[in-house]
Each structure stands twice: as C-alpha cells, then as structure tokens.
C-alpha cells in the first residue's frame, strides 16, 4: 500500500517553548493513522503543520511524494481539515455555512448543492439543515464543521480532537462517518487523548508526548511489545497461590489481584491445578487483555489520562 503522507523530521518552537522534536511518520493510503497523547504533547502543532497552517522550524511534509510547502494548491486540493474549535457562523443555517464553506473552497454551482446534500447526509443532519447553528448541540455543530471539510471531496481528512466535549450520539455518528469514508478510499489522520478511541478506529498509531514520537506502528504489535503479560484472580486466600512456583510479582486490584507472567498461558493452568491440589476457591480468572494504556504506562512511567 502507497504512503499519501510522509512526514519527514518535523522540529518547531513557540519562542522558547520546544513544541515538535523530529517528528516522522508515513500514512498509508486509505487508512486511519492516529495521533495519540496527552493535552500539550504536540498534535495540533502537527496537524496544523499537516495542513500548512503552521510552518516548520525543520522538516517537511510529502502529499503523495510532493513537497507540501513547493506546491500549496495540492495541499489545499487534497486535504480537509477539521480544527479543534469550532468555525461555523452561528447566525447561518447549517446549509448557509455549507454554501459560504464550499465556495471558499472553489467548489460551485450544481456541483456544490450535490456536496452539501451528500456531507449533510453523511453527517445525519439533513433534515436540520435549514436550522441556524446556534439552535444546534455541541456535537451537531461538530459534526457540521467535519461537512465543511469534506466539501471539496479530500483524498485526506484531519481531524484535530473531534469528540471532545461532546454527546455520544454524535460521537458515534463521527465514528461512523470515519468508517464510512474509510471504505471510500479516504485517508484518516486523527489525533485524541482517548484511547478507546484510537482502538476503535486507527490501523496505525504514533503515541506523542513532550512533543516527541515515543512509539509507533500497528495496534496489535504495540500491544504486544510494550504490555505486561498479565492474569487478574479473585481468591480468597491468595497465599495459597505463592505455594506455586515461579509466582513472584502479585499486585492487589480491585476486589482481587494482578499476577505479572512472561508465560500466562501455562501459569493459568498452574492456577487451576494447584486450586485442586491445595484447596482454593477461585471466583475470577482471566488473562487481562494489554490496553494502549499499559503501553503509554510501561513507555512512559505516567498515565495518559488527565
Ligand atoms: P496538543 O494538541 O497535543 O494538546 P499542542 O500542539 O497544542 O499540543 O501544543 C504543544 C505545545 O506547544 C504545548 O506546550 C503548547 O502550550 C505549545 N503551543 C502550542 N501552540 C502555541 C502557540 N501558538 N504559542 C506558544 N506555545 C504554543
């Protein structure tokens, strides 16, 4: 699979303030790249780079092998943005918004009204487009402000935090148009501070902090890297359990405990012989799925959370 996107060493400082310290990554056309850290890592600063808003101490940008900052026009032609606040004229409808957005955008006439109707439709919003925008929720007007970028039909999308603050409605329904524009051959570059988010929707993701790429690659693999092997009992008398061998590290969680292994599978069926041999009661036994959150953990020593 082609790479649309190339980002080469990206470096930038706000006066003294180091925001992007060589920064890389390659987007696979088609697929949904995520852009995952806390608040201050760096991800609008590179999304905005991305898109040429902000330009580079260092570094460059290829859109399909082109020097995004040689050709402007391509950048513009090729990529939909969607900002993290909010850019709509609250007085317009949402059909208003559309039509001023479009234009600017170069997109006219016939062709301009069969857009609108189709990112109306995409976006669940059709029936209300006639409404002003101050009438619409937070999430509404979200999902609005991702129409406006798709009206010149990019074969990219960004989009800058979409689902912060707002309803899960409409926080499904901006999955589901990411699916589905997906499966239409759009390249996704997505940036969040929720994880789940990430899971759900990316094929690859760069983990970001302290404006620096600290991993990055396929979901699975990095989940299998950089996660603790780990078993989640419920017993009532844990100190049976130290009785079997190679047991070192038990941690309480929650109502029951953590037990770290390089081998799960085997330990499990260790668990379950010595429980009939010495007489334990089990009430919960499971292998504890690695989440991205043990990976930012064991890369990181911090939480990603807030
Ligand atoms: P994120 O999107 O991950 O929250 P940002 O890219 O917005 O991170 O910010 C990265 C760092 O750069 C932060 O420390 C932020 O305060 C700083 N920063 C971002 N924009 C500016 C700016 N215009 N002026 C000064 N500092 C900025």
Known sequence: MDHVLDIQHLTKTYGKKTALVDISFKVKAGS?????????????????????????????????????????????????????????????????????FGQMYGVKGHTLQERITKVLKQTGLLERAKDKVKEYSGGMKRR??????????????????????????????????????????????????????????????????????ITQGNLKELKAKYSDKVIYIETTQIEKLRLIPNISKITAKNDGWIIESEHPVTLLQEILKASVEHGFEILALEMVQPTLESVFLSLTGTSLRD
Request: hydrophobic residues 40%.
């Open 32 to 100: 949904c790249f995520g852009l995952l850290g806390p608040n201050g890592a760096g991800k609008s600063t590179t999304m905005k780079i991305l898109t040429g808003i902000v330009e580079p101490d260092t570094g460059k940008v290829l859109i399909q092998g082109i020097d995004a900052k040689k050709n402007p026009l391509l950048v513009k032609k090729t990529i939909g943005y969607v900002p993290q606040s909010i850019t709509l004229y609250e007085d317009l409808s949402a059909f208003d918004n559309l039509m001023f």
């Open 144 to 213: 609005i402000n991702i129409a406006a970028a798709l009206l010149h039909n990019p074969q990219i999308l960004i989009l800058d935090e979409p689902t912060v603050g707002i309803d899960p409605q409409s926080r499904n329904h901006i999955f589901d148009m990411i699916q589905a524009l997906k499966e239409d051959g759009v390249t996704i570059v997505y940036s969040t501070h929720y994880m789940e988010e990430v899971e759900t929707l990316c094929d690859e993701i760069a983990i970001i902090d302290n404006g620096q790429i």
